[in-house]
């Protein structure tokens, strides 16, 4: 089986580097003119694949706005995970899990094993108990062709007062958890499974990204504050790595399909100028 960093960077370089968030929060629901229930959840989910399961690289589910509806948002999880990955596009699942022992294993028999009903090309995860913690999770990745992205610099206020703390060693909480990743993918070519999460809003905060060797999640584009401008400060040395992500500059021009298509042309478009330097 092919590696994900290998399918992940076939992905970018044929559809774009860009990730659409799939976000069904209740105000995006209203906006569509949809309930905020469970059969409101599964025609935003039908829209959105329709929409963009044949165009974009990735799509990244956020895994608590379908588990909020139970087990029939569940349910609607796994045909939207297995829809899309019909389509051909790689689906990055936003669970953020993270624990020790027997309880991460299963995490990661749920995510990152073919004979889960949630089965996903790659999963987001906290490594706030020590990236060792998360071993299970790169192991059972690794054995089938899976990614894991860890948090390292997120854009929410509150992270730098842990992700910027500094250890006895001099590195910053953050700088030991991108190093730990640049480990795991040392040697991996064309890219490494094993990625982090970067907020395109965080700014010049002297992080070496440089050596990472696998993808560079980037959240907080368009409706968060960022724009692609700012990829080039958060990223410089590594911007071939980087999956920018958008969800609502995208979704909240649906229900429309040809909307939602053009306004997710319109954001690889930007990114791509900046990424690669092409116009379009």
């Known amino acids: ?160 007062s842990v992700q910027h703390a500094v250890g006895p060693d001099g590195r910053t909480v953050a700088q030991t958890v991108i190093d730990e990743i640049s480990q795991l993918n040392r040697g991996a070519q064309p890219l490494g499974s094993f990625g982090l999460v970067v907020g395109a809003t965080v700014g010049a905060t002297g992080h070496d990204l440089s050596g990472v060797g696998g993808p560079l999640l980037a959240p907080g584009l368009g409706a968060q504050g960022a724009t692609p401008d700012d990829l080039r400060t958060v990223f410089s040395g590594n911007l071939p790595a980087v999956l920018p992500s958008y969800s609502r500059e995208v979704l909240a021009h649906g229900p429309d399909t040809v909307a939602l298509q053009a306004a997710a042309e319109r954001a690889l478009a930007e990114c791509r100028a900046v990424l690669t330097g092409a116009a379009g």
């Open 1 to 160: 089986m092919e590696s994900f960093g290998t399918r992940l960077r076939r992905a970018m370089d044929e559809r774009g580097p860009l990730c659409v968030g799939v976000d069904p929060h209740p105000g995006l629901l209203e906006r569509w003119g949809l309930r905020d229930d469970a059969d409101g959840l599964a025609a935003f989910c039908e829209r959105v694949v329709e929409a963009l399961g044949e165009r974009v690289a990735v799509v990244k589910p956020q895994s608590a706005f379908f588990e909020r509806h139970g087990s029939r948002g569940v349910a609607i999880l796994e045909s939207t995970i297995r829809q899309f990955r019909n389509f051909g596009c790689l689906v990055l699942l936003d669970v953020k899990r993270g624990d020790i022992g027997s309880t991460v294993r299963a995490y990661a028999d749920a995510y990152l094993d073919p004979s889960s009903s949630l089965y996903v090309d790659a999963i987001t995860a906290s490594p706030y108990l020590g990236v060792g913690s998360l071993a299970p999770m790169f192991e059972t990745a690794a054995a089938h062709g899976g990614g894991v992205f860890v948090l390292a610099l997120t854009s929410n206020p509150e992270g730098p």
